[in-house]
């Protein structure tokens, strides 16, 4: 005999689990209907409702703590790099912009800004990485970058005590894309300012002169073109934050 109790059930025992049932899944919907109602209602913060920009600052608090030095993008061989590069996003990059006398403005403190130009920025050792890329939209690829990583260029041009504020900010020339970085995510290893592609020039639709590549976060943050860079202590504006994302965008 197998090892189970048969329990002989009345038809009208049947009848009321049903009816007990559906009153649950009744209530279940009016629950979602109300809760989804509340939600509509609520406050707007940053471009997202109050309770859900409440869960991306708990996403935040995690990835924030999670970060470190130690904790890399995993990377891919040479081989494994796309060709066709992706071009997504072009905020900030309007026409009319001449890469050849571009500088890099970084403000030191308010009203002292250095000016550095890409030949001075390419003197630096070169870092390059293959990893993959990810858009918040949903697509991925495996690319290749080169450049000097942020941490290298902030030793080399002294900006050190600047460095210890806890956001970097980046703007492109004309201020239309801006983002906001943390400070260990800007000085982490594998972050880059990068000016090349698949070993060649960055092409102007990927952001020449210069580039933000940070494996440790979603392409939002990988800001195309960069005229300036600033420390700060407070959050730095940021494009897609204020549209309802994430600010950290950590991966
Ligand atoms: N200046 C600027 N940088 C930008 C964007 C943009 O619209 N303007 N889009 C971002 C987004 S959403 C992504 S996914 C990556 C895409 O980089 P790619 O165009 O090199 O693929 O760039 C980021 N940097
Ligand atoms: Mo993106």
């Not at 066709?84 to 006398?101: E, H, I, L, T, Y």
């Amino acid at each position: 005999m197998p090892d189970f109790k048969e329990e002989i059930v009345s038809t009208e025992t049947i009848r009321k689990r049903t009816i007990v049932s559906f009153l649950f899944l009744l209530l279940f919907i009016i629950a979602c209907i109300v809760g989804w109602k509340w939600l509509q209602h609520q406050p707007d913060d940053d471009g997202a409702l109050k309770p859900l920009r409440a869960v991306l600052n708990g996403n935040e608090k995690i990835f924030g703590a999670i970060i470190s030095d130690n904790h890399l993008a995993k990377t891919f061989p040479l081989s494994a790099a796309e060709h066709k590069v992706r071009v997504n996003g072009d905020a900030g990059m309007s026409a009319g912009f001449d890469p050849a006398a571009w500088k890099l403005k970084v403000a030191r403190k308010p009203g002292d800004t250095m000016l550095i130009t890409l030949d001075e920025i390419k003197a630096l050792p070169k870092t390059e990485i293959v990893f993959d890329f990810k858009c918040i939209e949903g697509w991925s690829q495996v690319t290749h970058w080169g450049g000097v990583k942020f941490s290298d260029f902030v030793k080399h041009f002294g900006l050190d005590e600047q460095s210890y504020m806890p956001y970097v900010g980046l703007n492109t020339p004309d201020n239309g894309y801006y983002v906001g970085i943390d400070r260990k995510s800007i000085m982490h290893p594998q972050t880059i300012l990068c000016y090349e592609m698949n070993g060649a020039p960055l092409p102007m639709n990927q952001g020449a002169p210069l580039r933000l590549i940070i494996p440790v976060k979603y392409g939002i943050k990988h800001l195309k073109r960069i005229g300036t860079i600033y420390f700060s202590n407070q959050r730095p504006p940021d494009y897609w934050f204020e549209r309802g994302y994430d600010y950290f965008s950590g991966l």
